[in-house]
């Protein structure tokens, strides 16, 4: 059983030291543990030039076009049978890093993209994709903040874990945690965390065992937090349409209304908004993700005839004209 524990805190500081805290509870369980310091390796930033995707549709398989350690990266997270990333909250999110993780971890490394890619490599070289993409992994996250600007850090966090969809099995974070080393019940808190991690992780590499290569057809939760306003993912964060008791889950994608149920709110999926409203929609849900893939295949496939297109040619070189880009002074010769 392998623990894999990431932070995207300053060296040694509050991050590090939690997610060291969740990892020795982890190795006290019998778990083999692993910790990076993020801002210790080479990550750019993704800059959508889309060779994951146009890779993955062309079944050419996993491409990026940075040359940096996330490849790397990638490898020691499938490796891993759980993964915990601890990051410092940042104007109530997560870090500019850890989205940049996220960016990374996007289209390239998603389910339903993987599954399209999967079967048509199959088909025509007869080798798909590398088995250990497809597996499950239990993915736990922790904001640490230094006030209490937070409640858009949890979904932040999930987000990362639905391009591979992983299992969330524990997302919250800690408000005015400066001196959190000193605040037993956190440290308590994030024991337990590690422990949690361990036991979902055994749960679901024996779950994985049972299943159909390269489908992980596996949609059971193995949360292990409170629940969420959101009773499908856990989330606590909703895009209202203004004016109306219309809703989007922002994590699961699914659409419905916000009802106060014995005095507290609770999200309700609407079936007869087609497609969002519908359970196998929901962008967490391998139905969903396939759905999503299919989606983006057939998109790409049509942007890249409409790059030969006269007029598409045109418009693109008239506003190209309109002002050039100033360059950067630290790049200027
Ligand atoms: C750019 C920036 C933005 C921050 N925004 C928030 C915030 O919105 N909410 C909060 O609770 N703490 C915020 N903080 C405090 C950090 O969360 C805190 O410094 C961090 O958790 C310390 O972690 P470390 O010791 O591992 O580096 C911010 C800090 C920085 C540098």
Redesign the pocket.
Known sequence: MKILGI?T??KN??????CRVALEAAKEMGAEIEFIHAFDWNFDFCTGCVACSRGLVMGKGMVCSRKDDYAAFYEKLIEADGVLF?D??????A?GLFHTLCDRMGPGHDTGLLMGAHFQMLEKTGKGLDKRYFNQKAISFV????????VR?ETDHAMLAMSPDWKVINNE?F????DIIMQDDKIERMKEIGRNLVEAAAEIAKDNEGMEFPIAENNKSYWKGVEGACPHCHSNNFYIFPGTTHVVCELCGLEGTLEIVDGAFKFKNDPSIVPNGQLEHAHDLVSGKKAHGDDIFENEGRLMNLFKDEEFKRRKAYYTAVVEPTPSPSKEA
């Open positions: 932070s805190g300053t500081g509050n991050n590090d030291t939690m601890v410092p909250i940042f104007e109530s999110g870090t904001g640490i903040g230094g006030s209490d600007w937070a850090v974070f408000s005015w945690s400066k």
